[in-house]
């Protein structure tokens, strides 16, 4: 993983950073998941969304930052579309 988005992911609660490492890190389905943290399957969901948005916002500060938030936005897509599509099995 590339290092800027290890440092905005150290950013985030545990709880949310635990999720998004269950999911898009280990490929965990979001049944699965909240099997493992012990929450409800909306509540995965609902953290996942709150950790996105905290890792957006980290990427709008860093926008002016010559070539900072590429990786974290390249990560962002894959995140984000990868669950989507978990959602809508």
Same mark, same amino acid.
């Given at each position: ?7 905005? *992911?150290?950013? *985030?609660?545990a709880a ?6 269950? *999911? ?13 943290? !012990? ?8 953290? /996942? ?17 010559? !070539? !900072?938030?590429?990786?974290? #936005?390249? /990560?962002?897509?894959?995140?984000? #579309? ?8």
């Open positions: 993983m590339e290092p800027e988005v290890l440092v905005a *992911l150290e950013q *985030l609660p949310e950073r635990r999720v998004i490492d269950l *999911l898009i890190q280990q490929g965990r389905s979001i049944p699965e998941t909240a099997r493992i943290v !012990g929450k409800s399957e909306g509540h995965v969901v609902v953290t /996942f969304s709150k950790g996105l948005a905290a890792l957006r916002k980290i990427r709008r500060d860093l926008e002016h930052v010559p !070539g !900072g938030g590429v990786e974290l #936005a390249n /990560f962002l897509k894959t995140a984000a #579309a990868t669950v989507k599509s978990e959602v809508h099995k």
